[in-house]
């Protein structure tokens, strides 16, 4: 059974950080790109970041780059996103995405940045 697992989401202060992660199963992990993703009240799901198999290539949304760090490891099934420096504005769900032979979904976890 596929499953991607979002956990570390919550409510956080701006300027404030926090560390996602999303541990993968049933399928073949080094094999498949990871993407971080979001999605706003009343907006449509974007792209955050992006990570390689391999983890040597990662690029990000303009919105996000110099904040946010995504990182892989291959051997823990597990791709982190490092959201540091947060702002009002990156309140959202954040979902993770696998792409490859197939494609697949988490089930996203909450981040509310807010005073």
């Known amino acids: 059974q596929v499953q991607l697992v979002e956990s570390g989401g919550g409510l956080v202060q701006p300027g404030g950080s926090l560390r996602l992660a999303c541990v993968a199963s049933g399928f073949t992990f080094s094999n498949y790109v990871m993407r971080w993703y979001r999605q706003a009240p009343g907006k449509e799901r974007g792209l955050v970041a992006f990570i390689s198999s391999g983890g040597g290539n990662t690029n990000y949304a303009s919105s996000v780059k110099g904040r946010f760090t995504i990182s892989r490891d291959n051997a823990k099934n597990t791709v982190y996103l490092q959201m540091n420096s947060l702002k009002p504005e990156d309140t959202a769900v954040y979902y993770c995405?696998?792409?490859?032979?197939?494609?697949?979904w988490g089930q996203g976890t909450q981040v509310t940045v807010s005073s």
């Open positions: 995405n696998a792409v490859g032979p197939s494609t697949y």
